[in-house]
């Protein structure tokens, strides 16, 4: 089975830093990717991890445990425009002839305050 | 500059009404995916098309069917909506090649209301 965590929602203020958790359970693993979703439009790519570590684009940056099934996304210096929701989703084989599939969590909503 | 393009935006239907939804990319990607999403839900995959080559979920319920006529163009086909079928619904498309990172690009989603 898949199964995804994150928080649902959290709140940070302008100009600070927050982290985002994502844990996973999943049947095979071959990556794990953050979307930013605001409301009403659809996911945008922010980042892709498929080894241990720390990946960093800019004023955001994505971490993997692969053995500890646990990955985070810190934004840096964060602006009103970061409110949105954020989702983490885990690639795995598909069981068919198809391409791999995307296991998504329920997303966590961020507030940006002032 | 090359994209993934849903038509309509939005979308209103009558209850059993058949409708369709569309999905066009110029990223020249072998793979489409169709997601539904309803709110503050993840995105669930129905189904997706790798080349030619459809592969449906397995809780994909029977009213909904796909059409990929050419690279470039993907389907949804909702043969009888029902209330509950009320949702966004996004396209992405990803390129399945050795050594690619494969990741999926998201159109800007079709809302759809049944009323």
């Known amino acids: 089975g898949q199964n995804i965590d994150q928080p649902t929602e959290m709140t940070a203020t302008e100009g600070a830093i927050v982290q985002i958790n994502c844990t996973y359970q999943?049947?095979?693993?071959?990556?794990l990717f953050w979307y930013q979703q605001h409301a009403g439009e659809a996911p945008t790519f922010l980042s892709y991890?498929?080894?241990?570590g720390l990946e960093e684009k800019g004023r955001f940056s994505s971490f993997l445990s692969r053995s500890k099934g646990y990955s985070y996304l810190l934004l840096k210096e964060l602006q009103m425009k970061d409110s949105a929701s954020y989702l983490c989703?885990?690639?795995?084989?598909?069981?068919?002839?198809?391409?791999?599939?995307?296991?998504f969590g329920k997303g966590t909503k961020l507030s940006v305050i002032p | 500059d090359a994209m993934v393009i849903q038509n309509p935006r939005y979308q209103v239907t009558q209850f059993g009404k058949p409708v369709t939804l569309s999905c066009s990319q110029t990223?020249?990607?072998?793979?489409m995916y169709w997601y539904q999403q309803k709110s503050s839900q993840a995105p669930k995959l129905l189904f997706h098309?790798?080349?030619?080559?459809?592969?449906n979920e397995a809780d994909t319920p029977d009213n909904f069917q796909s059409r990929r006529p050419n690279t470039s163009f993907c389907f949804l086909d909702i043969r009888s909506p029902g209330l509950g079928d009320a949702a966004m619904y996004l396209c992405?498309?990803?390129?399945?090649?050795?050594?690619?990172?494969?990741?999926?690009?998201f159109g800007p989603g079709t809302r759809l209301l049944v009323l």
């Open positions: 992405a498309t990803s390129i399945k090649r050795a050594g690619r990172q494969e990741t999926q690009y």
């Open positions: 999943t049947s095979g693993f071959n990556g």
């Open positions: 991890n498929v080894l241990d």
């Open positions: 989703a885990v690639r795995s084989p598909y069981s068919g002839a198809g391409s791999y599939q995307l296991t």
């Open positions: 990223l020249n990607h072998n793979v």
């Open positions: 098309y790798y080349d030619k080559d459809f592969n």
